[in-house]
């Protein structure tokens, strides 16, 4: 395997042979890139070769399934890769278009030990990317990517025979029979569904129909164009669209679903926005009334209820704040054994009995439906008013390349760490603790927060703050945790702020 170039000039002779690779493209739990920009298709098969290598290196059998999501360029991303797989001597059998959970679902359903999940997950058009993994339900960590990293930059693959294509049909109607069971609802429900013409829009109309519930339709359409929004329930774009035809409709919730379909956000029937991390709070009370001692983990731009939360803390839940991340976050739930998992940017985690483990927005939704079907009574604004009061910001991501974030937010964890040792304050309040598990969650005297880390998908710092006290009280505290982000020159502009 010759090692891959970091640029080829496109419209070249070479584009069209010679494997081109931008190391950054390897993140911490995936790869993402710009496509064609930063890898061409030689370079997808360069890195189906290594995947395939990295699969007979890890001693599992050379078997995978692979499937791509719906944009006009994913398919021949995905051929690319297959064809890379096949020269590592692997068996692919290729589920077609799907979303990234019903991917991880087909290796339990077809008894497959690896994955390839060929999507460019919630960013926009021209990007595309793979999410991979071995050891079900888990997707490759940091180690794992380092390591198909330096397989594929190094031109360490190694071409075998054995290799062999399988088309599988029939995934897509195995996949929703799993995800409702015999499950109808006994409440009457209209929920909108916002796919935001991505793939779930070929999966959540029909999954809403098995269950009984009555679909207020949002851009369900396929159209890999996008002509509304980007499919990104975490964008407020995409909420205050949600809100606004719960407005229009009257329903009684609307749920929204990114490109790939593994996250999931919730607009309840007064078109307040939920954020995940508070959506997971109103699931886990219901879910710790049945589930006796239930452990709950939190990525660490959660909301600081799961620990703080009289109910949840009556029965005997308890808390665990970890890493943000899909794969972090799957590998925490299940090495904890905890019922579930919550990620604030709309990633749920659902292990047995209620789930495999893998971040589904499908699963979300049945699970969601099943909640509001336990609370006949009750709106999903009820349930949102009932948790304690806090006031917190969307995730907001300033400009940082690449190259650069890491080393920023080393920095940046520095000044913040040495701000509590001078005893310093945001928005007012002492900082007690400055947690630097992933990036820097600074807590503050009254329970507030504020966090920075950087993003592990895209060229951001990744920035939420929270007060239990007052809206006021979180702009100041972002306000001061801006400041300090501010003293570093190589950040940028944020994607949206408060």
């Not at 569904?193 to 519930?213: D, I, K, Q, W, Y």
């Not at 919730?266 to 959506?279: L, P, T, W």
């Not at 400055?434 to 503050?444: E, H």
């Not at 801006?482 to 003293?487: V, Y």
Request: hydrophobic letters at 40%; aromatic letters at 8%.
């Amino acid at each position: 395997m010759t090692k891959p170039l970091a640029k080829v000039t496109p419209n070249t002779w070479a584009f069209l042979r010679d494997p081109m690779i931008k190391p950054t493209g390897f993140r911490e739990y995936d790869a993402r890139w710009r496509f064609p920009e930063e890898i061409n298709l030689p370079g997808v098969t360069a890195l189906g070769l290594g995947l395939g290598t990295q699969m007979h290196e890890a001693g599992i059998r050379p078997e995978i399934v692979v499937a791509n999501d719906y944009r006009d360029y994913s398919l021949s991303v995905k051929n690319a890769l297959i064809l890379g797989l096949m020269q590592a001597g692997i068996k692919v059998r290729d589920i077609g278009p799907a979303l990234s959970p019903m991917a991880y679902f087909a290796q339990f359903h077809l008894d497959a030990p690896a994955v390839a999940m060929v999507t460019a997950s919630h960013n926009p058009n021209g990007w595309t990317g793979v999410k991979m993994g071995f050891e079900k339900p888990l997707t490759h960590g940091p180690v794992e990517m380092a390591r198909l990293r330096d397989i594929v930059l190094g031109g360490a693959g190694v071409a075998r025979t054995g290799g062999a294509y399988e088309f599988v049909d029939g995934v897509k109607e195995a996949y929703l029979d799993d995800l409702v069971g015999d499950f109808k609802m006994t409440r009457k429900l209209r929920v909108v569904c916002a796919t935001g013409n991505g793939t779930a829009s070929a999966f959540a109309p029909e999954l809403f129909a098995r269950m009984g519930v009555e679909v207020v339709a949002s851009h369900n359409a396929l159209d890999y164009t996008f002509p509304h929004y980007n499919p990104n329930p975490e964008a407020m774009e995409m909420l205050h669209d949600m809100a606004d035809t719960v407005r229009e409709s009257g329903a009684d919730f609307a749920l929204g679903f990114d490109g790939d379909g593994d996250r999931c956000g919730v607009v309840d029937n007064e078109s307040e926005e939920i954020f995940a991390d508070k959506m997971g709070v109103i699931l886990a009370r219901d879910l710790a009334k049945h589930h006796k001692g239930a452990i709950f983990v939190a990525d660490v731009k959660s909301t600081g209820l799961y620990a703080s939360d009289p109910e949840l803390r009556a029965l005997g839940a308890r808390a665990d704040y970890w890493k943000t991340g899909h794969s972090h976050m799957k590998r925490r739930v299940h090495e904890l054994g905890a019922l579930a998992g919550f990620e604030k940017s709309g990633h749920y985690f659902f292990a047995p009995p209620l789930g495999r483990g893998y971040d589904c927005g499908m699963r979300v939704a049945v699970e969601i439906c099943k909640l509001m079907d336990r609370n006949p009574d009750a709106s999903m604004a009820d349930l949102r008013r009932a948790l304690p009061q806090t006031y917190a910001t969307p995730t907001m991501s300033p400009y940082c390349a690449d190259t650069q974030k890491y080393d920023v937010l080393a920095r940046l964890v520095e000044k913040l760490a040495t701000l509590q040792g001078q005893g310093g304050s945001l928005g007012g309040q002492k900082i007690v603790d400055v947690v630097t598990v992933n990036g820097a969650r600074v807590i503050l005297e009254n329970g507030g927060w504020g966090l920075v880390r950087a993003s592990s998908n895209t060229p951001n710092l990744v920035v939420v703050c929270e007060s239990p006290a007052s809206e006021a009280e979180m702009r100041a505290i972002f306000q001061d945790l801006d400041a300090i982000i501010r003293t570093e020159p190589d950040v940028g502009a944020y994607d949206q702020t408060i």
